[in-house]
């Protein structure tokens, strides 16, 4: 089993006006080897950055802690034609030290440092203030701009937001992670309303792509403690990859997944194919040059993406909906940004919308809540 | 890289030339191998001593061997989808064409007409291939 690599950052650098906030505190102490770096303002480090080829890996190397001025609650980008649940996202903190080649973040974020909103009690005022209405429900995503849990040794943050989700009945919190650090949640009382996600892959996609996460067996070892703990979780098998022995290879993850995995106590599988922004194509050449998974069969989607062609999808997603379901008829399957046309052809039935598929994941969530 | 001699001997535009450029090597760091193998592969050699063919033409063919390389599963529905297109004998005056990258499962037939007598003639004809037309979607 090999766990993710520990975030260790060269340089911490702090906001003054949070120099107080209780998760600067703890990062400070927990990184208390770093040295910490105090400013009115962190844009300047970040600034400094602008225009340099290596931008990317530089930022990565700073933990920037900052005050968040604007909305911590975002709504997910509609895309015309491609088919998603409807969620917010929670922009707790931007970036990622886990290197996925294909992370989007390389070509989405203008930010390059590791940066970690931390005035969590105004963050925590937004979502009191949002879930006032006892008649809307919000599915909160941890997982879009960050790994959920990947920076949680050092800031604690889903430890304090699992008990805070617990409190409010028309909210779900979904983390998802590549890492295995669940230990710290395992004592909450999280009353169903967490729900614990991994990103899941082959072992060769994990090595070659997915450099500094855990691997498939620390994941999966960790998904089995979290369910052990009464969480709800789920898988996200993306982003498949299609290569020579690919079947051979997502059937045997499902196979070892679920020999660990209790599938009554898994809240939903998403599928999805690997799909990238075109600029990320260069980006990917130049800091990954190894990486191979930019010249398979991608073709420009409708919504702009790089993304593989039709045929291919489907017929992946067919075979991977079929092997799930062969574990278990029950599994909530669905497939993540996706067409009519290959919902259709790889799990036999469309969606009306957006929101029709997020109702049936709310249904999903509350019949599996304790 | 040789390919650019190539393309310059084809005249090859500069847009054609980029496209040629980046197949090639992306094939070649998708199999690991030498420009030289790729070239062999797509029989480039032969293709060039072709009497019959117009500079032009072995831009063009050279084009689509490379496009079959780099993408051999699109190329195979774009070469199946031209000879079903290619079988309903269409007048010119009739197109048919899949969305782009066959992304969505759907074509378009657009119909030039330039009288109701002609209009009826080419209702008529896409009556006639009702029956065939299940071939062309991808
Ligand atoms: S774990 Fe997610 S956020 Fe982190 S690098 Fe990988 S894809 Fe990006």
Redesign the pocket.
Known sequence: MKPAVAYLPDEIVVEESVKQAPVTQRVLERLSQVPVRFLPDSNQVRFALSGDKQAQTKGKKVLALVNHKGKFLKPRADVPHYRCYNYHYLYWGTN?H???T??I?QAFLNNPLITLHVNTEDLKKELTERFQDPSSFWRVSSGEV??SL?MEPITGLMEELIPFFAQHDNAVLELKT?TSLVDSLLKLDHRGRTVVGWSLNTPKIIQEE?LK?SDLDDRLAAAKKAQDAGYLIGFHLDPLVYYHEWEQDYQQLIQKTFSLIDPNRVAWVSIGGLRFLPEMKSIIQQRFPKSKIIYGEQIRGTDGKSRYFRPLRAEMFKKINSWLKEISPNLFTYLCMETPEVWEEALGFVPENDAHLSQLMDERALSLRS | MKINEIADQLKASVSLKREFKEALSDCMKRDDATEESILTQIELEALLEHNDLSRAQKCQELRWRLHKLRYPKLAEAEQRFQQAKKKLCLPESIHINPSDFFEKKEIKIEIKSRSQKEFKEQINKLKTIQNEIDDLFV
């Open positions: 990622c886990l290197e996925c294909y992370c973040l960050a790994d990947a590549k997915e996460t």
